[in-house]
């Protein structure tokens, strides 16, 4: 079995293959500093909760963006997995990469379209919802082209809590209106709205520069739902892709 690994700044998702079958997944809050002993106790609980054990597990792979986390989740595999992990980078995956500076392209981008070229047609947009918005473009080719990289939505949520101090932390919700008639419903109309409009002005100007043609819009991260659903913008929503992605990376190295 595989065990994949997903290292994001807010959240790290933890995923067992067997086969070509993703069998289960957990979520972990990141924090750079948390042991190889403490993540082999959270995933000795959940895989006894869903009749794993660690000994099965003959392969690791890892996408990060975290540095500081990499040596701890090197620990976990090697002292309790007893597999070396791999941990993916421009140099293992398998597609161009047409930019700039290769090596400054963050791994989850690089493994979401990885993804994309074996699951889905190309060119897309893949839109990630995550501690950034990023949207990635896979061209035609199947290369990964570049992309956009804008604040992601808690964030920004944060950030006017914090700067503004008569205005509440709020949730992230689809108002019934556009014109809020209170704060809190003005604050909710400002952020759904204000990213629709970011979304559907972004991937506007993507779809200028690829020249027009057939485009697939693939949304995923935690708010992907909420703002594909009755967007005209999306076309399809898949939270796992980043795994899959992963998965695609391993069984081409094991070639």
Request: hydrophobic share 45%.
């Amino acid at each position: 079995m595989l065990l994949a690994i997903d290292v994001g700044n807010t959240n790290t998702v933890f995923a067992v293959f067997k086969g070509d079958s993703l069998l289960d997944s957990w979520r972990l809050r990141t924090e750079s500093g948390r042991s190889a002993d403490e993540y082999a106790g959270f995933l000795t609980q959940v895989f006894d909760l869903s009749g794993m054990k660690f000994k099965k597990i003959s392969d690791v792979i890892v996408s990060s963006v975290v540095p500081e986390a990499n040596f701890h989740i090197s620990a976990l595999c090697e002292k309790y997995v007893e597999a070396a992990p791999v941990f993916v980078s421009k140099d293992n995956v398998p597609v161009k990469i047409d930019v700039e500076r290769p090596g400054d392209v963050g791994a989850d981008r690089l493994v979401n379209a990885v993804a994309v070229k074996a699951h889905y047609k190309t060119p897309a947009i893949v839109i990630d919802f995550g501690t950034a918005t990023t949207f990635d473009v896979i061209d035609a080719s199947g290369a990964y082209a570049g992309g956009v990289i804008a604040p992601g939505i808690d964030l920004s949520i944060d950030a006017l809590h914090r700067a503004a101090a008569k205005l509440p932390k709020i949730s992230v919700k689809k108002p019934e209106r556009v014109i809020g008639k209170s704060t809190v419903q003005a604050m909710h109309s400002g952020i759904y709205h204000g990213y629709a409009s970011l979304i559907a002005g972004v991937v506007k100007g993507i779809r200028a520069e690829l020249k027009g043609g057939d485009v697939l819009i693939l949304a995923t991260g935690g708010l992907a739902n909420l703002f594909a659903d009755g967007s005209d913008v999306i076309d399809a929503v898949d939270q796992d892709l980043t795994l899959k992605g992963l998965y695609e990376i391993q069984k081409g190295l094991q070639r």
